[in-house]
């Protein structure tokens, strides 16, 4: 089971951090990762984290958005910074691109 939170409503140039818990997974194995979904556009990966600890990050968060995970807790986080309008979506964690949890919805209005 994975299960994002720590979304909510933010102004813009504020922060926010969500969190993902991922039970019953072979969490240090895998590699995790953060989607968004836009309202009218398709899901597209923001982040990822490999099990050695490696990230990515697509140019439009890259400079403002910090993946981490901790093996201990089973949980990745994504640490949102500068948040613009436009990073409004409904957030997922994935592992192995393969499993997915519910969303969580982050608005970014003033």
Known sequence: QLQASGGGLVQPGGSLKLSCVATRF????????????????????????TSSGTTGYI?????????????AKD????????????????YYCALNDK????????TVSS
């Open 26 to 49: 072979d969490f240090t194995r895998s590699r995790m990762s953060w989607y968004r979904q836009a309202p009218g556009k398709e899901r597209e990966r923001i982040a990822y984290i």
């Open 59 to 71: 140019d439009s968060v890259k400079g403002r958005f910090t993946i981490s995970r901790d093996n």
């Open 75 to 90: 949980t990745i986080y994504l640490q949102m910074n500068s948040l613009k309008p436009e990073d409004t979506a409904v």
């Open 99 to 106: 499993y997915w949890g519910r969303g969580t919805l982050v």
